[in-house]
C-alpha cells in the first residue's frame, strides 16, 4: 500500500498500473478513521447512510444537510483516502446553477474533495459545470438508486444488446464532460467489462463483477450491521452486527445480575 494521498488524478494512474481501486462508505469519524487506517482508496459518504445510519426505507429522503453533516464527521477522519460525497436526490439535476452551488458546498463546508451523481449522458451538462467551477466528479451509472422509483425497484441494468449500448454511451458522454472515474453498479460482468476496456479512465463496481478497475461496498453491509435484503453482490467479511448484539446483550445481563460493575471496575 502507498501511504501518499489518493487524489481523483491519482486513481487515474492507479489504472494505467493495473492496480486495483478498494473504496468503501463511511458515514462517522470513527468508521472513517478505521476504514482509511486499512489503506482504503476512496472513501465515499453515500446516500445510503439514509438507510444505514438514519433508518430511512430508501435513499430519496436523505437531504443535503444530513449529507452535509456527516460528510464533515467523516472528512476529520480520513488522512490518506479520496473522500467523495454523494449528492443526495434533488441536489443535482434540477439546474446548472443548483448542482453547481450543491457540490460546492461539500467541498468548501464538508471537506469533501470530489462529489458522486448519478446518472448518464442527460446529466452531462451539470457534470461539466461541476467540474469546470474545480469540483471533481465521480459518475455513476447502471442501477441508480435515487431513480428507483422510475425504473421500478433495485433490478440490474444493461441487459440485452440496446440497453448495454446505452450504458457503454452513458459511460463516454459522461468522460467526455469530465469525470475521473465511473461507479457501475448491478451490471452485468460482461457489459461491464466491455466499458471498462472502452474507458481510459477508472471504472470501479458494486454488483458489475470483477473486471473493473475498482469495487466499492457499503460499510455496514461487509461487517453485517445492516439487516436489510442482502444483495447477490454483498459479502460479509465479519459479522460485527451479532458481536454488537452479543455484546449488549451480555452487557444487560450482568446489570440485571448485579455483576457489572464488580470491584475491578469501581473506583475505590
Partial sequence: M????????????MKARGE???????????????????????????????????????TLPVTMEE??????????????????????????GVSVEETVRNAGRFVKEAGAEAVKIEGGEEIG??????????????????????????????RVQGRG???????????????????????????????AASITAALDIPTIGIGAGPRCDGQIL?????????????AKFMKVYADVGAAMREAAAAYAREVREGAYPDDAHSYR
Avoid: W
Fill in 20 to 58: 486495483r481501486i478498494a473504496a468503501l462508505t463511511a458515514c462517522d469519524y470513527f468508521s472513517a478513521r478505521v476504514v482509511d487506517g486499512a489503506g482504503i482508496d476512496l472513501i465515499l459518504v453515500g446516500d445510503s447512510l439514509g438507510m444505514v445510519a438514519l433508518g430511512y426505507r430508501n
Fill in 67 to 92: 449529507m452535509l453533516h456527516h460528510t464533515r464527521a467523516v472528512s476529520r477522519g480520513v488522512r490518506r483516502a479520496l473522500l467523495v460525497a454523494d449528492m443526495p436526490f434533488m441536489a443535482a
Fill in 161 to 191: 444488446e440496446e440497453a448495454a449500448r446505452r450504458l457503454l454511451d452513458d459511460a463516454r458522454a459522461l468522460r467526455e464532460c469530465g469525470v475521473f472515474a465511473v461507479v457501475l453498479e448491478c451490471v452485468p460482468s460482461p457489459v
Fill in 218 to 230: 457499503v460499510l455496514h453491509d461487509i461487517l453485517g450491521m445492516y439487516e436489510g435484503r442482502a
Fill in 2 to 13: 502507498n501511504d501518499d494521498k489518493v487524489t481523483a488524478v491519482a486513481l487515474g494512474g
Fill in 125 to 154: 451538462g451539470h457534470v461539466r459545470a461541476v467540474v469546470r467551477a474545480g469540483v471533481p466528479v465521480l459518475g455513476h451509472i447502471g442501477l441508480t438508486p435515487q431513480d428507483v422509483l422510475v425504473v421500478g425497484g433495485y
